[in-house]
């Protein structure tokens, strides 16, 4: 008896046009930007390099590779975006080449391709763990992957539950939903840094992991950047960009590069990946500690730079006070360090 194989749980007919609101806030149009900046220049995309990108949706990306020279390849599982996304190709005089896939049932041969790269669509899978290894599957050896995903466990995300939780403490009542700590609709996973390194296949080398963006989606952000002088807004963007690089567990978005090792070095690679992933992770409280001290420093800086520009007491009235507590601040803890550190006498 041959047994039937089981239907996979995909929407063939998802269409996006309900998942980009109509008017974007300049924290999002910031993120979007840098997500697809990033995730691109880590591809690398190379002349005559086989490259794929799974979940392709339009096409938008592959279409703003057209001049590397590379064999561009995308799938998607709905059929509506397929179609979109050889309309997006076609427009740019790209001969499309989108196949009608699930990332988990990919139909191409194995170690047939160069580069393979997921870029915001890994928590729409419905078995994402079984699509990175069909994604290490297809990598030729010395191949690169590279995978971008929202990060439910940012530092927005845990600033978001915060406000919402005292929101309902003094006023009985939840912020508006739907929350954007919460996974949409469309997603089945809800992703962070540890989920990511978990669910990488093993034989792959983890070459980078950074972040991108902080304080997305927190209540009332977007609404200060908008008031906030085009200049100084970027400034501010830029500066908590580069801290999220450096904390990707905090981060926004995460983007992670790896790549599939030559043979010789594939036994070395499979079981270091988590190893390497640890070594690297610092303590998470002395990082939100340093964080923290990074971003109030960031946040007065440019409150003074605004009130200069302004000419408002009460714009530099708060960087002032915010620098003056952070000096009390200091001195306390330089005061309790000396109080209560351990001084071993000398030996004799």
């Not at 949706?57 to 799938?75: E, M, T, V």
């Not at 078995?127 to 990598?139: F, G, H, N, S």
């Not at 200060?224 to 999220?244: C, H, I, S, V």
């Not at 009390?328 to 209560?340: K, M, S």
Request: hydrophobic share 45%; aromatic share 8%.
């Amino acid at each position: 008896m041959h047994l039937q194989p089981q239907p996979e749980p995909l929407d063939r007919s998802w269409d996006d046009e309900h998942v980009i609101p109509p008017e974007l806030g300049p924290d999002t149009v910031f993120l979007f930007d840098r997500m697809t900046k990033d995730t691109l220049e880590a591809v690398g995309a190379k002349p005559k390099a086989r490259v794929l990108d799974v979940g392709c949706g339009r096409g938008l990306d592959l279409a703003s590779q057209s001049g590397k020279g590379s064999i561009l390849i995308g799938c998607d599982p709905s059929g509506v975006m397929v179609r979109r996304a050889r309309e997006t190709l076609r427009e740019k005089g790209v001969q499309p080449m989108v196949v009608c896939c699930s990332a988990e049932h990919l139909p191409f041969a194995s170690a047939s391709l160069h580069r393979v790269y997921c870029k915001g669509a890994i928590d729409h899978f419905y078995d994402p763990q079984r699509a990175l290894k069909e994604m290490a599957r297809v990598l030729s050896p010395g191949g690169r992957l590279v995978i971008s995903v929202a990060n439910f466990e940012s530092l927005g995300c845990r600033l978001g539950r915060l406000y919402n939780r005292l929101h309902r403490i003094f006023t009985g009542k939840e912020l508006q939903r739907p929350h954007f700590w919460e996974i949409p609709k469309d997603h089945v996973y809800r992703f962070h840094k540890g989920l990511l390194l978990e669910f990488m296949p093993p034989g792959i080398q983890l070459l980078n992991l950074r972040g991108i963006s902080l304080f997305w989606g927190v209540p009332g952000w977007g609404a200060f950047l908008k008031r906030t002088p085009p200049q100084a807004r970027e400034l501010l963007l830029g500066m908590l960009d580069r801290l999220g690089r450096v904390f990707p567990s905090l981060a926004d978005v995460i983007v992670l590069r790896a790549q599939k090792p030559v043979e010789k070095e594939a036994a070395k690679t499979s079981s270091g990946l988590a190893e390497r992933a640890k070594g690297e992770e610092m303590n998470l409280n002395t990082r939100i500690q340093g964080l923290l001290i990074c971003a109030g420093t960031v946040v007065a800086a440019v409150l003074f730079l605004i009130g200069l520009i302004m000419k408002s007491y009460w714009a530099l009235a708060i960087p002032v006070a915010i620098g003056f507590l952070w000096l009390l601040g200091l001195a306390f803890w330089i005061g309790w360090t000396l109080l209560t550190i351990r001084v071993e006498p000398p030996g004799e």
